[in-house]
């Protein structure tokens, strides 16, 4: 199967944290990353889906005070996959 991401991913474990103002806080494990992108799996359900036209979350790791903004792209279950805003 072809691959479709254009960034190289790297398997890691890190605990997070996105914010989003109507929907709250939801924690959650990055499973993979590039430089586009993250695979995160929720510890809870929640319907994370927003439009992109909306406020974007803000994903902030556990163990750093900084906030990404990223969109959602994409949820299964509770594997959330979203893209970095910025570079």
């Given amino acids: 199967m072809r ?5 190289t991913r790297k398997l890691i474990k890190s605990s997070v944290r996105l ?4 929907r709250g806080r939801v924690d ?10 993250a695979a995160i799996k929720l510890n809870s359900f929640t319907d994370m889906v927003v439009d992109s036209l909306e406020t974007p979350l803000l994903l902030r790791p556990i163990n750093l005070d900084v906030l990404f903004p990223v969109s959602c792209l994409r949820q299964t279950k509770s594997k959330l996959v979203v893209k970095f805003l910025e570079k």
């Fill in 3 to 7: 691959e479709r991401r254009f960034d």
């Fill in 19 to 22: 914010y989003h103002p109507v």
């Fill in 28 to 37: 959650g494990v990055i499973k993979d990353i590039s430089d586009g992108g």
